[in-house]
């Protein structure tokens, strides 16, 4: 892949309009990069798009900075670092800087706090595709072990109030051993 302007103009527009049209927080964008990165583009291969998301998810800090970090470097070093972050962190500072300024008129309108509401339930559902597709894949490949992983994940965190924190940690354990065990 030829690393030209044309190419650093595309890579901000793309990641700009991710970071733009993408509210509900990191994991919404999840599916949104796959589609674009993995699916339009072919600049990644699923897995490859996979481990990324992983990594960004388990890293301190806001998703969307860390996965615009980590496939910047990849697709093309510091200069796509750099590339990718500004076009992510830009569309988030203007739209907060303008509900700062509006912010009384916002908060006493009806209308945006219904458009807020209705916004949550397309967050949700968002969350649940990128969830739905995860384990389909992981059932495709028929990894029972990984499928039992997030099963008992899913069981802590919705009937125990397992803390998140303990179950990354927890995954990260059982993922490293299933990875050593699998060699």
């Not at 039992?148 to 965190?157: H, M």
Request: with cysteine; net charge positive.
């Amino acid at each position: 892949m030829q690393r030209n302007l044309k190419f650093y103009l595309k890579l901000f527009r793309v990641t700009f309009l991710l970071s733009a049209f993408t509210f509900g927080g990191g994991y919404v964008i999840v599916s949104l990069m796959k589609k674009q990165f993995v699916d339009d583009y072919q600049w990644f291969e699923e897995n490859e798009m996979l481990d990324m998301i992983a990594i960004a998810q388990s890293s301190p800090g806001a998703i969307a900075i860390n996965a615009a970090v980590i496939v910047g470097y990849q697709l093309a070093g510091w200069l796509g670092v750099i590339t990718t972050v500004f076009a992510t962190v830009l569309p988030p500072f203007a739209i907060i800087s303008i509900i700062a300024h509006f912010y009384q008129t916002f908060i006493e309108n009806q209308w945006i706090a219904w458009m807020l509401e209705g916004m949550q339930a397309g967050v949700a559902a968002v969350i649940v595709s990128v969830v739905y597709n995860m384990v389909k894949d992981l059932v495709k490949k028929k990894e029972k072990y990984l499928i039992l992983i997030f099963l008992l994940a899913l069981l802590l965190v919705s009937y125990f109030n397992f803390p998140v924190s303990w179950l990354i940690v927890f995954s990260l354990c059982c993922g490293v051993i299933y990875s050593f065990l699998k060699r």
